[in-house]
């Protein structure tokens, strides 16, 4: 019964694991890890009395869990991992003073989906195994050898008994055996161990991986893109393959002609030990679905169902199908009215609904942009209200997600085009609100709701500076997709529903006592404009993509916008929203 056994407690240590009812299973799943450390080399034995006086050993922790499929909700493995003990480590001393390492940003997952159904291909994936113990430790780092590698070691025969024993036992005794079982230092062991790979954990694990990666990728012949450093790219014009690879820490999704694929996992696999997934079904709990039509969609269900689930104790009882996520949004609250609400998990939903909107669910990025701004300390009932309403808009469409089509019959295949808008001095705070919408094939690539910087004093100045940021990110999206081999045909079409701002942007009118901060920004689109990059035309603000993004709509006009904004008229119409 998989939901009974969903239920079951994920155990904390080796004797949790040990009375669990698939306690075999994480048997095998601690040997794996300690396999893992002993064929990657991660460490060498160095004897206790050989160590230099005060000398710092570090404790190793394991962390178990269950992974579950995005896609049909069932048991994926029992994983365990050895853990460094990495927030005791000082900085410059035990690893790097920089630690950072990049990861493939949001618009770059979009944009492969999108160009994988441009072209009529399946993508597929590698997942790179225990991936962190590939990095090379450059600092002098010790660790106790742990308690629960000496149990893997053992036979299922001796750990039956011991299981038996724990199963028995009571009060003191069983406190012991709990004890001696998961104590992190071991008195008999007469060796310590010393890092060779940074290992899980350590603060620089994540920077030396990268390293180690970027280090493949040269080899083989990869080229890394300028705009987004975790974009990989080659092109074979002799034979006409082509091949294109992101990388989200271990997880390596790619595309491309058949032999460029077979060439890749063949030559990744000489250097680092890769699970290869023929077709790519999920990517950081996102479900990849591909339709007989040609589309290509993401989805979040089963994330949200498992975010409805943490928090179920707060949603009403009898949903009923919410029609947008929120009617209203409250104002800042005092300190009494936050301490009457400050026990509520408002800040934890913010989260969670922060990853579902920034990468799937855009139609919610509104109201979470405007309820993020009280996550410190100003939240009330109010607050908390909004954000189960939103939360529960969410889960009643969470079959919702983004469709990118075979081709756009009014834009062209791969040809970006873009909606800004702006709502002035909406904010208790004064500020105008931007809202940003670029898209291609008919499904979204980037879309963003924000507060500007500087309170405006008109629409039209609101408007020019949303346009102009508009403009930078679509020279960004264009430099990306020429690098990638689908160099946009001609400039791409930026729809603004303000005709003055247009007409400034465009030089065909003046703005009378314009700040220097607007002049540069209207200036920098007229450049734009002049270079052929952008084509700045007027569209009418019921059919403006991006209003949704920039206030709170009624029910008729956020569907509408929302199935454009999401690409779902493209992929049940046939056809891209039209103007």
Not at 244 to 267: H, M, R, Y
Not at 463 to 488: C, H, M, W, Y
Not at 524 to 543: D, E, F, H, M
Request: proline share 4%; net charge positive; glycine share 6%.
């Amino acid at each position: 019964n998989i939901d009974a056994y969903k239920q079951l407690p994920t155990p904390k240590n080796f004797a949790d694991a040990l009375l669990a009812p698939d306690w075999k299973g994480w048997v095998g799943a601690y040997r794996s890890e300690l396999t893992s450390w002993l064929k990657n080399g991660v460490f060498v034995k160095v004897n206790k009395s050989k160590l230099p006086p005060k000398t710092k050993i570090f404790f190793i922790m394991d962390v178990l869990k269950r992974k579950w499929r995005a896609d049909n909700g069932l048991l994926d493995k029992l994983k365990v991992r050895a853990v460094l003990s990495g927030n005791l480590f000082v900085r410059g001393v035990h690893c790097a003073t920089n630690t950072f390492a990049p990861c493939v940003s949001a618009l770059s997952v979009r944009l492969f989906l999108a160009i994988c159904a441009a072209t009529f291909t399946v993508p597929s994936s590698l997942d790179v195994e225990t991936a962190f113990l590939h990095g090379i430790e450059t600092h002098e780092v010790y660790a106790h050898y742990p308690t629960y590698f000496r149990m893997a070691e053992a036979s299922i025969e001796d750990l039956e008994k011991i299981r038996k024993q724990l199963l028995s036992a009571t009060g003191k005794r069983l406190s012991e055996l709990r004890k001696m079982l998961n104590s992190k230092i071991n008195p008999r062991e007469s060796f310590v161990m010393r890092m060779i790979k940074s290992g899980y954990g350590s603060p620089s694990a994540s920077k030396a991986y990268y390293a180690k990666w970027v280090s493949v990728m040269t080899i083989i012949g990869m080229t890394t893109s300028v705009v987004d450093a975790c974009v990989y790219y080659r092109f074979w014009p002799e034979t006409g393959d082509w091949l294109i690879a992101l990388c989200w820490c271990d997880d390596v999704p790619f595309t491309g002609s058949s032999n460029a694929k077979k060439w890749f996992v063949e030559q990744v696999k000489k250097h680092l030990p890769i699970t290869f997934n023929e077709t790519m079904t999920t990517f950081l709990g996102f479900e990849i679905k591909y339709h007989e039509n040609g589309t290509v969609s993401m989805h979040c269900g089963e994330l949200l169902s498992n975010i409805a689930k943490r928090f179920d104790e707060y949603l009403p009882e009898h949903n009923k199908t919410m029609p947008s996520p929120a009617g209203y949004v409250p104002k800042p609250a005092t300190p009494e009215e936050h301490q009457k609400a400050k026990h509520l998990p408002f800040a934890a939903i913010i989260g969670c609904l922060q990853y579902v909107c920034g990468w799937v669910r855009f139609d919610g990025l509104t109201v979470l942009s405007m309820l993020s701004q009280h996550t410190c300390d100003r939240w009330n009932l109010d607050h908390f209200y909004a954000a189960i309403h939103l939360l529960s808009y969410l889960i009643e469409t969470k079959d919702l997600g983004n469709y990118w089509t075979t081709s756009d019959s009014i834009h062209g295949k791969l040809q970006p085009y873009a909606f800004s808008d702006a709502d002035l001095a909406s904010d208790p705070s004064r500020r105008s609100r931007s809202a940003i919408v670029i898209m291609i094939d008919g499904g979204p690539l980037y879309c963003k709701s924000f507060l500007q910087t500087v309170i405006q004093l008109s629409t039209c100045c609101s408007e020019i500076i949303a346009a102009a940021q508009t403009s930078i990110d679509l020279k960004g999206v264009r430099n990306l997709l020429g690098e990638l081999g689908f160099k946009p045909k001609g400039p791409t079409k930026q729809y603004c529903d303000n005709q003055a701002a247009v007409s400034v942007m465009n030089g065909e009118a003046s703005l009378s006592q314009s700040t220097k901060h607007i002049e540069m920004r209207f200036l920098l689109v007229r450049q734009l404009i002049a270079s052929g990059i952008v084509l700045l035309a007027y569209v009418k603000t019921s059919n403006n993509v991006s209003d949704i993004l920039s206030k709170n709509l009624g029910r008729v006009l956020f569907i509408k916008f929302r199935d454009a904004m999401l690409g779902l008229n493209a992929h049940l119409h046939g056809a891209i929203f039209k103007q």
